[in-house]
């Protein structure tokens, strides 16, 4: 079983970036695909960027264009680079494997606001 500590998360203005990073208790190079969702208050979670072992990557619509996902698979470590952040990006965002979803972590709490 592989557990997951998000981290990164803060306040920024709208248009400013963050990168969050998740580590994994162990390796994640076995994991078919790993992705990240966000849950907003009152909200259901949702999968916003996943990637799969080799390279490929999907993001929902509403990212597309801002937010890059990759893995450090070395460090056993996955990164959301998010760009251009607008108010409606608020939300906690989790890690995990899409697929076989292990437990969830924390989060990291991102707000975007003037």
């Known amino acids: 079983q592989v557990q997951f500590v998000e981290s990164g998360g803060g306040l920024v203005q709208p248009g400013g970036s963050l990168r969050l990073s998740c580590a994994a208790s162990?390796?994640?190079?076995?994991?078919?695909?790993m992705g990240w969702y966000r849950q907003a208050s009152g909200k259901q979670r949702e999968l916003v960027a996943a990637?799969?072992?080799?390279?490929?990557?999907n993001y929902a619509d509403s990212v597309k264009g801002r937010f890059t996902i990759s893995t450090d698979y070395a460090k056993n470590t996955v990164y959301l680079q998010m760009n251009s952040l607008k108010p409606e990006d608020t939300a906690v965002y989790y890690c995990n494997a899409p697929y076989a979803l292990e437990p969830w972590g924390q989060g990291t709490q991102v707000t975007v606001s003037s």
């Open positions: 162990g390796s994640i190079f076995s994991i078919v695909a």
């Open positions: 990637i799969s072992t080799g390279g490929p990557s």
